[in-house]
């Protein structure tokens, strides 16, 4: 389905315009053409679909990795203006946080994250109940964030791994944010380096994006 006019734009056009035109192009044939068949037969109710996370129009994803207290929180709370992330020496919180646009400050839960069909996050759902307790959405009015969203994660427990003991599977849903995120940031505190077992499981997960990662 690619009428006369389009192909005529595609060869005068550069490789970018071509580019946003077949994006847009096959975006329009989803939602003119797949998604009402979707809509109309519930296909999400059994069969979550990939294209609609990854057609609809998502703001670029920046996610912040790295040991506990390396500063992650400290960084996201510098880029948004005040202190809407809790942070401090101890690994006291275990908490993927989605970081969004919104017109006031709120915090949106984990479940409801994954539940909003116009967020690209209802594929988590899939690493179960516990996982769900420590995912948060926080809104903020910050400028910036209308065109990026981070994502802030509890970072690799090397020698208090036995204290914390995570109920769900850290490294699949750090390989999951990896896959989608656009920019991985990988912070370190050089006066307190506890490399380890997790965290070289943590770069493992980078296999195939190794040049989303930068470290900090
Ligand atoms: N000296 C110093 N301390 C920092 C810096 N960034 C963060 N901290 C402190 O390091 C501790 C851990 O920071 P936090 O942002 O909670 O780390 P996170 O676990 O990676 O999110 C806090 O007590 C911060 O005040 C920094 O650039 N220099
Ligand atoms: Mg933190």
């Known amino acids: 389905r690619c009428p006369l006019d389009l192909r005529v734009y595609i060869a005068e056009s550069t490789w970018q315009e071509q580019f946003n035109t077949t994006c847009s192009e096959i975006k329009r044939i989803y939602e003119d ?6 809509k109309r037969y519930q296909y999400e109710l059994f069969k979550p679909t990939y294209f609609s996370d990854t057609l609809k129009p998502n703001k670029p994803l920046v996610l ?13 709370n510098y ?6 992330l809790w942070t401090g020496p101890q690994p006291t919180t275990d908490k993927f946080t989605i970081i969004m646009h919104g017109t006031e400050e709120s915090k949106i839960s984990g479940r409801i994250l994954t539940s909003n069909p116009e967020l690209p996050f209802r594929r988590l759902a899939e690493f179960g109940n516990q996982f ?3 995912l948060e959405g926080i ?22 791994r036995e204290v914390h003991s995570r109920a769900y599977d850290y490294m699949k849903v750090t390989r999951w944010f990896i896959e989608r995120a656009d920019l991985v940031l990988v912070l370190f505190d050089l006066s307190k380096l506890d ?13 195939g994006h190794e040049s989303k990662l930068r470290m900090v």
């Open 33 to 38: 053409s797949i998604e009402p068949v979707e």
């Open 64 to 76: 912040f990795l790295g040991p506990f207290s390396a500063g992650k929180s400290t960084f996201i």
């Open 79 to 84: 880029l948004l203006g005040h202190d809407c």
């Open 132 to 134: 769900l307790e420590t």
């Open 139 to 160: 809104q903020v009015p910050a400028d910036f964030l209308k065109n990026i969203s981070l994502i802030d994660t509890p970072g690799v427990l090397e020698s208090a």
């Open 195 to 207: 490399a380890g077992m997790e965290l070289r499981s943590m770069f493992q997960q980078f296999k």
